[in-house]
Nanobody, 127 residues
Framework: QVQLVESGGGSAQAGDHLRLSCGFS???GSWYNKWDCIGWFREHP????????????????AYADSVKGRFTISQDKSKNILTLQMDSLKPEDTAVYSC?????????????????WGQGTQVTVSS
C-alpha cells in the first residue's frame, strides 16, 4: 500500500520556524519513479485546502503567494524525503499540513494533478 507520511508538526511561536517532512512507503525506489510532482497543502478549519508549494521531478518549484519568501520546499533524493521549511511563522499559518503526490495536469500552482495524500500533521502558531 502506497503511503505518504508527514512528520515535524507541532507548536511554535510567531516568528519561529518549523520543518515538515514527508516520507514515502510502499513504493520502489524514488518518488519520481511513480509520480511527476509532489507538494504541500494546508487546511484551515472550515476553509478549502490550500496548495502551498510544489516540486517536480526536474526540481522546479512553485509557491503560493501566501507563503512565498517564508516557506521553502526541497527534497533529499538520497533519502527520498520531501521537506517544507517554514520560517517567520504567523498565527494564520495554524492549520493541518499534508503532502501529496501526483502527475502533470491542469490547474494549481504547479500544474500537478494530485492523487495520493498523506494523513496530515497539525501546526499551531501562537502569537
Amino acid at each position: 500500500q502506497v503511503q505518504l507520511v508527514e512528520s515535524g508538526g507541532g507548536s511554535a511561536q510567531a516568528g519561529d520556524h518549523l520543518r515538515l517532512s514527508c516520507g514515502f512507503s510502499g513504493i520502489t525506489g524514488s518518488w519520481y519513479n511513480k509520480w511527476d510532482c509532489i507538494g504541500w497543502f494546508r487546511e484551515h478549519p472550515g476553509k478549502e485546502r490550500e496548495e502551498l508549494a510544489a516540486i517536480n521531478r526536474d526540481d522546479t518549484t512553485a509557491y503560493a503567494d501566501s507563503v512565498k519568501g517564508r516557506f521553502t520546499i526541497s527534497q533529499d533524493k538520497s533519502k527520498n524525503i520531501l521537506t517544507l521549511q517554514m520560517d517567520s511563522l504567523k498565527p494564520e499559518d495554524t492549520a493541518v499540513y499534508s503532502c501529496a503526490a501526483g502527475d502533470y495536469g491542469l490547474g494549481g500552482i504547479a500544474f500537478c494533478a494530485y492523487n495520493t495524500w498523506g494523513q496530515g500533521t497539525q501546526v499551531t502558531v501562537s502569537s
